[in-house]
């Protein structure tokens, strides 16, 4: 007979242990006993750590930013949370009811803050998220605005930054220290007046961003004298305040927070004037909620939110995922406050979508089945309501401007006739049909791109050129043909101007 070989399996090392849970739980990185393992195998074993992070890396269960950073051993002489930047909080000594917790974060907002119930609520949710930085893999922005000033926008930054995690509020820092503060403290942004801060630094607008999901939040800079490629991240909460709208990208990477001026007889508390204990209070509370259930809430899947758009959605993810752990009213009430925030949200169309309607109110309004580019651009700058005739600060859009823009729904002018007049560049109703139904509202009706047949006394249009203070049509109105080849009630005398090139259109 053969020998046998006999194969005695060892006991796994703590750190074999580590690996094995943590490949089927990435939260589990987050065990103080398992953390404690995997640093102490960085400090005292290369070759052992070396193996690991291959081993994570192909396990493929986080990033390998996210791993080194969380498994950093400290270095001296690096700033870090105990250094006198942000104050040490002490998480509370008993294990904390999270509605209960929610609805103290509600009442002590709404104690300085005048905004609706919905943006209090989410406000609450969202500085609580901050203490989750570190679990869930989406970081929405806090959108603080108003219309007008004193509307106490810079009065709800400042709760927030009394409740958020490493606060670090600043109105103006330059784009190199923005990313390197990030990367050195991993703090919660908190931008005063970011509509100047933004203003023309379309590099900050990236950074912020880069920061909305966990994998892509980092960006590449040249730093030192030999110019070295070196990834900084951007990971981490961030909330902005300012007036007015900001930019698209940043607005659907946000949970809108509106506020609005007091009326008389309402009453808000100061905030100056306000318990700092009952901060510190609230403060200890949270970080308790958030060390006891950081696995449950970075391992939560909450369901879509029917009505909101994928990116909503992916806003309000976290924020579900806590409501869902608090548990009592709070699921229900996080989903209203959501539809509720983003639906108002969705009453201000993008300039592209604006830009669309009112093509189609132009469509509409002459009944027309094709228009001249001169036409449909004379049309759009004689709308007082709409942003065209002052786009250029002050002037009309140009040709070659709403060429442009049309074009971002592939969508190109092409020659068409027009009764007798032929060879100009103009649009079918059909080119918009897709774009429409895209882009706009399901409530818009579209009207078919079918042409309307014209009836004696009836085929005309009041479009007037700019040459004219008559409808051109009522004095060369349609005639029903035999062939019935051309139909329209666009003008059949268009202008013929000229872009920005001196080209015809």
């Not at 905030?271 to 204990?277: T, V």
Request: charge should be negative; hydrophobic fraction near 40%.
């Amino acid at each position: 007979m053969g020998s046998e070989k006999v194969f005695v399996l060892e006991p796994k090392s703590p750190l074999q242990e580590a690996i094995d849970q943590l490949s089927v739980d990435p939260g589990a990185l987050y065990v103080p006993a398992i953390l404690d393992e995997l640093k102490r195998t960085r400090d005292t074993d290369p070759a052992a750590w070396a193996r690991l992070r291959h081993q994570v890396k192909k396990a493929n269960v986080l990033s390998m930013a996210d791993f080194d950073r969380i498994t950093a051993p400290a270095v001296e002489g690096k700033a870090s949370a105990n250094d006198g930047i942000f104050d040490e909080v002490e998480p509370w000594p008993e294990k904390v009811n999270g509605a209960d917790l929610l609805d103290e974060l509600v009442e002590a907002i709404g104690r300085h803050v005048i905004a609706d119930r919905e943006t209090i609520r989410a406000a609450a949710l969202w500085a609580t998220f901050t203490w989750l930085i570190d679990a869930v893999q989406v970081a929405p922005i806090a959108n603080i605005t108003a219309p007008e000033k004193r509307c106490g926008k810079t009065v709800m930054l400042s709760v927030l930054g009394k409740l958020a995690y490493r606060p670090m509020q600043v109105s103006d820092i330059a784009t190199a220290a923005l990313f390197r503060s990030i990367e050195l403290w991993a703090p919660t942004l908190l931008i005063d007046e970011v509509d100047a801060f933004l203003r023309d630094n379309e590099e900050a607008r990236g950074i912020l961003n880069a920061g909305f999901t966990r994998d892509s939040a980092f960006v590449i800079r040249c730093v030192g004298d030999d110019h070295m490629p070196t990834k900084f991240r951007v990971w981490g909460g961030k909330a902005l305040c300012g007036i007015g709208k900001i930019a698209d990208t940043l607005a659907d990477r946000s949970i809108p927070l509106r506020l609005r001026r007091k009326k008389p007889g309402e009453q808000a508390e100061r905030l100056r004037y306000s318990d700092p204990a009952m901060w510190d209070r609230l403060r200890s509370r949270i970080a308790r909620f958030a060390d006891d259930n950081a696995v449950t809430i970075g391992a939560a899947r909450p369901a879509i939110i029917e009505g909101l758009n994928d990116r909503a959605n992916d806003c309000w993810e976290p924020l579900l995922a806590i409501a869902d752990v608090a548990g009592g009213d709070w699921p229900r009430i996080a989903r209203q406050s959501a539809i509720a925030l983003h639906g108002i949200e969705e009453e201000s169309p993008s300039i592209g979508a604006e830009l669309l309607t009112d093509i189609k109110a132009v469509f509409d309004e002459k009944r027309a089945s094709k228009m001249f580019s001169s036409h449909l651009l004379d049309a759009l700058n004689a709308n007082d309501e709409a942003p065209w005739a002052t786009w250029n600060r002050g002037k009309p859009i140009t040709a070659r401007q709403l060429k442009t823009k049309i074009e971002e729904f592939g969508i190109k002018s092409h020659q068409v006739r027009i009764g007798s007049e032929a060879g100009k560049m103009g649009y079918d109703r059909s080119d918009f049909v897709e774009a429409w139904d895209r882009y706009l509202s399901a409530d818009t009706p579209l009207k078919t791109s079918t042409p309307l047949q014209p009836k004696a006394g009836a085929g005309y249009s009041d479009f007037q050129t700019s040459t004219s203070n008559v409808g051109v049509e009522k004095e060369n109105g349609l005639k029903p043909t035999t062939g019935g080849a051309c139909r329209s009630v666009e003008d059949f005398s268009p202008l013929q101007p000229e872009d920005e090139d001196g080209e015809e259109i």
